[in-house]
T-cell receptor, first 112, second 111 residues
Framework: DVKVTQSSRYLVKRTGEKVFLECVQD?????MFWYRQDPGLGLRLIYFSYDVKMKEKGDIPEGYSVSREKKERFSLILESASTNQTSMYLC???????????FGSGTRLTVV | AQSVAQPEDQVNVAEGNPLTVKCTYSVSGNPYLFWYVQYPNRGLQFLLKYITGDNLVKGSYGFEAEFNKSQTSFHLKKPSALVSDSALYFC?????????FGGGTRLMVKP
């Protein structure tokens, strides 16, 4: 069964901490994405990557960075976590051919 | 820019009745359209997609969607709703390589 795996389902971090959210896919997909989901705001794209070491800003990149050193792994980094980054974070991947996403189960991050 | 709109925040339907979740789109060129479902505290799951061909697309769990080019709509339908269909539904349009999502519609199916 093809998968996108997010390393944590629930995470609690303190304000100011550096936070790493990891996402791994086993489908050899070229594209990977990070979204955050908040009530009333839907899904908002933070960053995406269409190839190893390539990254593009999405709609809300401020306060975040990403890393894609290997094709299967796409990491989201919160350089200095703040309470307004409390959210559900969703990772997804897709191939150039199919275009549809496969999503991970999500990480619910709480910053206190 | 391409966009999708889901005009209803919530749809309520009785179990056994037909359901429709609405989606309209705005694209340049031919649209690639998708429906996803999200259960509580989970990621989104693919239901179905329209690329080309038949205007009626069949997907997972008995869902189908009707593509209507003249009305720029892609409504999700099911002939007989189940309580277990209660979830959050998202329509999306491909703006390669990204998908742009609608705001989501919460479907509540009552016994």
């Amino acid at each position: 069964d093809v998968k996108v795996t997010q390393s944590s389902r629930y995470l609690v971090k303190r304000t100011g901490e550096k936070v790493f959210l990891e996402c791994v896919q086993d489908m050899d997909h070229e594209n990977m994405f990070w979204y955050r989901q908040d009530p009333g705001l839907g899904l908002r794209l933070i960053y995406f990557s269409y190839d190893v070491k390539m990254k593009e800003k999405g709609d809300i990149p401020e306060g975040y960075s990403v890393s894609r050193e290997k094709k299967e792994r796409f990491s989201l980094i919160l350089e200095s976590a703040s309470t307004n980054q409390t959210s559900m974070y969703l990772c997804a991947s897709s191939s150039h051919a199919s275009g549809g996403y496969t999503f991970g189960s999500g990480t619910r991050l709480t910053v206190v | 820019a391409q966009s999708v709109a889901q005009p209803e925040d919530q749809v309520n339907v009785a179990e056994g009745n037909p359901l429709t979740v609405k989606c309209t789109y705005s694209v340049s060129g031919n649209p690639y359209l998708f429906w996803y479902v999200q259960y509580p505290n989970r990621g989104l799951q693919f239901l179905l997609k329209y690329i080309t061909g038949d205007n009626l697309v069949k997907g997972s769990y008995g869902f189908e969607a009707e593509f209507n080019k003249s009305q720029t709509s892609f409504h999700l339908k099911k002939p007989s709703a189940l309580v277990s269909d209660s979830a959050l539904y998202f329509c999306a349009v491909r703006q390669s390589p990204m998908l742009t999502f609608g705001g989501g519609t919460r479907l509540m199916v009552k016994p």
